[in-house]
Every structure is written in structure tokens, then in C-alpha cells.
């Protein structure tokens, strides 16, 4: 009989309940002993023997250079690729991608691991914060802002703190750095009559259903995209959001929303359904808002967002982030008196204090116009 038994360091190989075979090798153990385990998939045996060897191949190859005096360039592109990557939606990879490759390893990855001091990353960041910026320099001046520098630091941290895991350093040099402070991005608001104007121009060049949706949802531009007529149920007045169209370079990717909340059920005004079950009958494919370029695939988000600066524009309005029509869409409607915790499930927010939070400008004039409201009932007594 012929032994099928694999030599210790082989790996395993098995068939899966799904037909699939899976190889599977194990490249360390952690703290508490357990192995830790890399894993390969094939629709044959054959094929997965292939692939388990070229894995083994590669982390050889890894092993060896996995030393304290490796270049810290090489172990940010190890700890990326290997610990962070695959768990990464394809925009957040693109940003990742933008620090490590363009901003950290070129700047300072030429020092050694176990070298790479405090120092160092204070210097990086205060060259970043004064030159850092690559594109738009001419436009919007050479200095990076916090916000980047911040996430350049971020990344660092992270791969910092895997590396001493993995026991290639003691210390961590990123600890007690000086960084710019966090500033939250300034929210702005259309007041009643900017958006009175903003959507008499958009009825006049066509757009006038969809930023009427997203004035009247506060949904995120992907999720407004996103949309497709099977969500909708006009009998009911239910709108279902369940997925995002996003740009990731030149690429359209339609994926699951930001977050587990974010997947949600919204009950839409009357007005809002009259409009959308009359451009139903029109319906050229399954998407709500279609690309006009692209037949039969969702809308470009980029070319939406210089669609929606004209139409700001061009209406008399104050420039805004489309993220912008979110925050007006919750003020007007905290103002209004719907309450926190509303709000936040119409938003996909994970709780109401977080929606409470971001709109404290807003409850607070509430609190004040009450306290007067009961001022005066009590003067008056």
C-alpha cells in the first residue's frame, strides 16, 4: 500500500466538503504555543501540491531575510503584504499603499530595523508636514497635512509593533513621538434656501431625483450609487441599502457597505416615491442611478463629485464635501425634532451617542431655543 503520509515540514494537504483541496503549512507558533498557518486552494490535488511548494519556496526565501538588521523598507512591504493586505477593501489598499510606497519606505527605508530611533521618524514627519505633498503642489502648496501625517505614523506604529511580536526588535521607536493634533474636518451645511437653489439647478441638468434622494436619506455617495431597483418596494415605501460602488484608481468596485450598520432599511417620504416610481417606468437597467457613459453599469463616484461642485457652483452655493449633504441632511433633521436615536439607524451609524456627538452644534441650539421656550411659560405664570 502506498504511504500518502507527508514529511514533517511538508505541510498538509486535504479535500474540502466543497470539492476544493486545501494545502496548509505552518510558518510559526505565538506566544501560547499554537501553531500559526499559511493555506493555499485548488480545484485539484495536483494543483495544490504545486501551490503549497511555491509557498514554501516563498517563506523560505522570507525566513531569510526576516533579520533585526533588515531594512525597515522590507519589513513595511513584509508586514503590509502579508498582515494587512488581504483584509483590506481595495480603496483602503490604495491609501495604505500610497504612505508605505511613496512616502515611508522611500524616505526612511533604507535604515536598519533594530536602528530605525525615535529621531528619525520625528524628522520623517516634520520633512512630510513641511514638503510632503506629491500631487497638487503647485495648487495647494507643498505642506502635507496632519491628517496624513498622522496616518503615515499610524502605518509605522502598527508595523512596529508586529515586528517586535515577531521578536526581530525590543522597543518601539514610534512611542512618544510628537504628532500634529487631530482636527476633525469642518462640517459644512446648506442652509434652506442654498438647497432651494442647489435643486432648482439640478432639475435643470438632470440630477434633480437623485440629490433630492440624497438630501432626503443622508446616504453616503457610494451607497447612493449602490442602489439598484430591486431594493426599492413601492408598496411599502422600504428602500434596502446593502451595498457601495466605490472608485479604486481607474476602477469601479461595487462592494458590502462600510459597516455591519450600515446594511439598513429606510422608509422614504411619499414625495420621494412618486418620483422614483415614475422614473421606473423609464428604468434602463437594474442600477438607480446608471452611468450615462458605461451602459448597464453604476455611476462613476469621481465623476459625480465634479458633477455635484458644478451644480454648487453654478447655483450660488458654498463649496462643499458631498459628505457635506449627509451633515445637512442630519442638522435639518435633528432640527426638526427627530430624535438621536432615529437618526442614527437612518444614517447606518452604529449608535445614537456617536450621531448625538457629530451633531452636538445642532441639539445644542435645540437646548437653548427650550430653555427659553420654558423661560418664558414660567415667566409668564
Known amino acids: 500500500m502506498a ?12 479535500q474540502r466538503v466543497d470539492g476544493r483541496w486545501e494545502g496548509r503549512i505552518v510558518v510559526g507558533y505565538d506566544d501560547k504555543g499554537d501553531p500559526k498557518t499559511k493555506s493555499v486552494t485548488a480545484k485539484t490535488k495536483f494543483e495544490c501540491e504545486e501551490k503549497l511548494t511555491a509557498l514554501k519556496e516563498t517563506l523560505g526565501r522570507v525566513a531569510e531575510k526576516m533579520k533585526p538588521d533588515m531594512p525597515f523598507g522590507d519589513w513595511m512591504d513584509f508586514w503590509y503584504q502579508n498582515f494587512c493586505k488581504p483584509a483590506l477593501r481595495e480603496t483602503t489598499k490604495a491609501s495604505y499603499e500610497t504612505l508605505i510606497y511613496q512616502h515611508i519606505i522611500p524616505s526612511i527605508g533604507h535604515i536598519p530595523l533594530n536602528k530605525l530611533a525615535q529621531n528619525d521618524l520625528q524628522q ?20 502635507l497635512s496632519d491628517r496624513m501625517v498622522r496616518s503615515c505614523h499610524a502605518r509605522i506604529r502598527s508595523a512596529l509593533e508586529k515586528a517586535i511580536i515577531e521578536k526581530l526588535i525590543t522597543r518601539d ?37 437623485m440629490f433630492l434622494l440624497e438630501l432626503s436619506t443622508g446616504m453616503r455617495r457610494g451607497e447612493l450609487l449602490g442602489l439598484k431597483w430591486s431594493d426599492l418596494n413601492l408598496t411599502s415605501g422600504v428602500l434596502k441599502i446593502s451595498r457601495q460602488v466605490v472608485a479604486a484608481g ?22 420621494m416615491l412618486e418620483l422614483l416610481s415614475e422614473m421606473k417606468k423609464n428604468k434602463t437597467c437594474e442600477w438607480i ?13 469621481s465623476a459625480l ?30 432640527q426638526g425634532g427627530v430624535d438621536p436615536k432615529t437618526l442614527a439607524g437612518i444614517l447606518g451609524h452604529t449608535n445614537a451617542s456617536f450621531t448625538l456627538d457629530t451633531y452636538t452644534h445642532v441639539t445644542s441650539d435645540m437646548q437653548k431655543s427650550a430653555s427659553a421656550v420654558v423661560g418664558n411659560m414660567l415667566k409668564n405664570i
Open 173 to 209: 521607536p514610534s512611542t512618544g513621538c510628537k504628532l500634529p493634533p487631530k482636527k476633525s474636518r469642518e462640517m459644512k451645511v446648506l442652509t434652506s434656501k442654498e438647497i432651494g437653489r442647489f435643486l432648482a439647478r439640478a432639475k435643470e441638468e438632470g440630477y434633480y431625483e
Open 305 to 334: 463629485y465634479k458633477r455635484f461642485q458644478l451644480l454648487l457652483e453654478r447655483s450660488g452655493c458654498k463649496k462643499i464635501r458631498f459628505h457635506d449633504l449627509r451633515h445637512t441632511f442630519a442638522t435639518h433633521a435633528t
Open 289 to 301: 442611478f446608471p452611468s450615462p457613459v458605461n451602459i448597464g453599469e453604476p455611476r462613476n463616484p
Open 124 to 143: 520623517f514627519y516634520a520633512r512630510l508636514k513641511k514638503g510632503g505633498r506629491l500631487q497638487y503642489a503647485d495648487l495647494l502648496g507643498k505642506e
Open 3 to 14: 504511504n500518502n503520509k507527508r514529511k514533517q515540514g511538508d505541510g498538509t494537504l486535504r
Open 250 to 271: 481607474s476602477e469601479i468596485i461595487v462592494q458590502s457597505p462600510k459597516t455591519k450598520t450600515s446594511t439598513r432599511a429606510i422608509v422614504l417620504p411619499p414625495y
